[in-house]
């Protein structure tokens, strides 16, 4: 009997459905911004893809992080919330719970690699949060984080492998259905997979039609080769310039998502990256990091594919400081 | 009688009315972009000023400037337009008329200083406009422009001085009014003045209570002087990195009303420009140009003397290549 409750439990906890995603929505409402849509200034010649990109590097904190961080903190008790919590994140999603803990007024402990961008150590140092370095190819942050939580009784916020990380990432997908007129693909990029799996899931709901694409860094290509072999594939830490897409396997609950609703992982290069970054600037004026123009890059692959296609790109952060954004986009930061 | 008669067209000809810009609004909304109000991605300490921003540099063609030139065209009778049309700029007003000739069907000559920005003349000729060029310091445009029109019979649309134009530049009043909640200040860049008079009507039907305040570079200071004297003052033609404020005089429509409606001209330096463009990048992740820049660097100075207040800034364009723009942030291009 206890065995079937635990199978039940553990069955529930893996499934993200769309109510959980508008639940989400309700819960982050008060506090998290409704970003625009932007369609480039420029004129498109007749036949050429048009381009909607749905701009969380205009989200408060700077990347989509916030909606899933807060989605999981809001959600604690109260009792446990004031205990704290803890995340291990390459950036955006330490900033996220960082702002997330300050907003609901508890405080947050941030384990974050020793080379993350300044920019990010400083952001997220400046909404209160407390930061543990550590050496991203000897150290374990899991463990680290882990340790803490047990020492301190704080929670952990994972940045992507939980549900309700995921249906608060899944809220994009309630607001464009809400902003966008007819469209027929999706591109976001895909670090762990939150982001996706969140929006696919809220899309499956309210735009079948629409097909979803996932981007991902050549160096970076955990969730390619495990949608290949079928199962989640392990790489080593990726070098490359898309900062979010550090990570070296897919999600135990993002991974099956991946699996179901993603038509295909778009591979592009670190040169195309920056291209990305630069069309961003030429198109629609965004300041964007790396991570997201890997989508932007995959979306300028599909369009060529799919002629006259309407293109949905979640730019999924801004978090770069100007110094660095110069030097990628003069060649000399790669 | 005919001498009354003439009178009152003058009369008609001079005022811009609430109505105006209402109409204005139902003749652009098929084409021009309702352009999204940003708030900073960054937490706010308590008692800090909150700026909104105004982001016209997501506009069609990357400028405020296609709802004055939008307006001005499509009023135009469907013979006359055919004809074709004429303006004289230092850049964004160009690509407007250019742009708004083409979703019209019909065709632009601009007379543009040989000295504006590559990417504004590129830009120009992309929508299918013929670039005349001029010598900025030693030839008259408006001299150049008459006599085109005169020759082939097209219609001057003019950059500030005309009721049309100034009324289309107003239609972001109503915007701001729907999409703002309270504010208490709003500062806008002033070259001749079209977007700070048409926005001040707007706002003095819609929202009595906003003081309005102009930003002009110290070197452009025409309507700061004018303002002094009372009476429309002729400068040199401003050396400043604000492209857009290289104007020598405030229009004969546009001083009067900005005399009537706006409270005080904030000047700033070349180097406050500066700063201005980087705190637009850290805060809402924008690219913007120089000219804009000048209303933000205006706001910051407001928002010490108004602590707590709700400033909203019009970031009027975003053209400005991109080389330029790391320049500019590098220190390199003043």
């Known amino acids: 009997m206890l065995a079937i409750q635990f199978f039940f439990v553990i069955l529930i906890s893996m499934s993200i459905t769309f109510s959980d995603i508008e639940q989400a929505r309700k819960r982050i409402a008060p506090v998290v911004y409704r970003t625009p849509v932007l369609q480039s200034i420029n004129e498109r010649d007749k036949g050429e893809a048009t381009f909607f990109f749905k701009c969380e590097n205009l989200q408060r904190s700077g990347a989509f992080k916030l909606r899933g961080a807060y989605n999981k903190i809001a959600a604690l008790p109260e009792a446990v919330r004031q205990k704290g919590v803890v995340a291990f994140s390459s950036g955006n999603h330490a900033r996220a719970v960082a702002t997330a803990a300050r907003l609901l007024g508890t405080h947050a402990k941030i384990v974050m690699p020793n080379d993350a961008p300044e920019v990010k150590l400083q952001a997220t140092r400046a909404v209160g949060a407390e930061i543990v370095l550590y050496d991203r190819y000897r150290e374990s942050r899991e463990a680290i984080a882990q340790s803490i939580c047990e020492t301190e009784r704080r929670t952990l916020v994972p940045p992507f492998d939980d549900p309700l990380i995921i249906a608060g990432q899944g809220t994009i997908g309630l607001e464009l259905h809400e902003q966008m007129p007819e469209f027929d693909l999706l591109v976001a990029p895909i670090g762990g997979g939150g982001l996706i ?138």
């Open 197 to 334: 799996s969140g929006v696919a899931t809220a899309l499956a709901e309210l735009r079948p039609e629409v097909q979803i694409f996932g981007a991902e860094a050549e160096a970076a290509n955990d969730t390619f080769l495990s949608l290949q072999k079928g199962e989640r594939v392990q790489i080593p830490v990726p070098k490359t310039i898309a900062d979010g897409m550090q990570v070296t396997s897919p999600g135990k609950l993002t991974f099956p998502i991946i699996q179901q609703r993603v038509k295909e992982i778009i591979l592009v290069s670190e040169h195309e990256i920056v291209e990305g970054m630069r069309f961003v600037a030429e198109h629609i004026r965004q300041i964007i990091e790396p991570t997201p123009a890997v989508a932007v890059a995959a979306a300028r692959k599909l369009a060529t594919r799919f002629p006259g296609a309407r293109i949905a790109v979640i730019l999924s952060g801004g978090n770069v400081d100007m110094k660095r954004y110069r030097e990628l986009l003069t060649g000399k930061g790669m």
